[in-house]
């Protein structure tokens, strides 16, 4: 049980909300996509997704506030829902299977409340603070944890993308981790961050990340008794980067990234 329960609750309608949009728009032959002005794609689902999730909100949580990718808002509030209707446009637009709507409440500045929803792998996972992180997929519902690898060298590490470690941070630190660890590979977005959290994969960093991108993650990889920080090692989601891992292996990833 957490005391944010009832918020919770709210996320995981919020997320089917999401689904219904995502899920009939996914590999459709009219689907409409546009460039925002970073180059990154848009589709009519993104756009779609966050007006529906915003619409419940201001019904249901007329006092929060919502920051969301598309939309846009303030992280200057007491109580904020921050929102990426699909994680991974790139491979919704293409057809790949591995995209997922983002949501997550932050109190105070922290994310007490994350929500993460495939519903074209099947897969959801979830988690408050002092509530513990769960799973489902086909097979039901389950807590998660993270693994229990104690050495870089029998660790498995995911990123999403090394160009942006050349434009970003640093081609040569990324390496480092690589060359110290077992294999890597790039499961990319949230779906590696997902998979720290049920002790899949035990690393996964990102050297630019948007608050709306990891915010769900800090609740859930934490909950699963893992660590979330960014690359300069604080604790948040908003600082421009992030490194998920089981714990054990995190200052030891933080140090092989420093530029």
């Given at each position: ?10 996320a ?41 999730v915003?619409a ?31 994680d991974?446009?790139?491979n ?168």
């Amino acid at each position: 049980m957490s005391r944010h329960d009832a918020d919770l609750e709210l996320a995981l309608r919020l997320a089917d909300a999401a689904d219904a949009i995502t899920s009939a728009r996914f590999r459709a032959h009219d689907l409409a996509v546009e460039r925002k002005p970073d180059r990154t794609p848009v589709t009519d689902a993104d756009v779609a997704v966050e007006d529906a999730v915003r619409a419940v909100l201001a019904a249901e949580r007329p006092d929060d506030v919502v920051m969301g990718e598309e939309r846009g808002g303030t992280l200057d509030a007491s109580r904020v829902w921050v929102l990426d209707p699909i994680d991974g446009t790139k491979n919704f637009l293409r057809g790949v299977p591995i995209w997922a709507t983002l949501i997550a409440l932050v109190v105070d500045g922290v994310p007490v409340v994350g929500v993460v929803s495939a519903p074209a792998l099947g897969r959801r996972w979830w988690a408050a603070a002092g509530g513990g992180a769960f799973a489902s997929d086909a097979s039901g519902d389950r807590a998660i944890s993270v693994s229990g690898v104690r050495s870089l060298e029998d660790a498995y590490v995911s990123t999403t993308d090394i160009k942006s470690w050349v434009e970003y941070h640093s081609r040569e630190a990324w390496l480092r981790l690589v060359d110290a660890t077992w294999e890597s590979r790039a499961f990319g977005d949230f779906y590696q961050h997902c998979l720290v959290a049920e002790g899949a994969i035990d690393l996964a960093p990102e050297c630019v990340a948007n608050p709306w991108d990891i915010a769900p993650f800090q609740v859930l990889v934490t909950e699963a008794g893992g660590r979330f920080t960014s690359l300069d090692g604080e604790e948040r989601y908003d600082g421009g980067s992030v490194l998920t891992s089981n714990g054990h292996l995190h200052e030891a990833a933080l140090k092989l990234l420093a530029r």
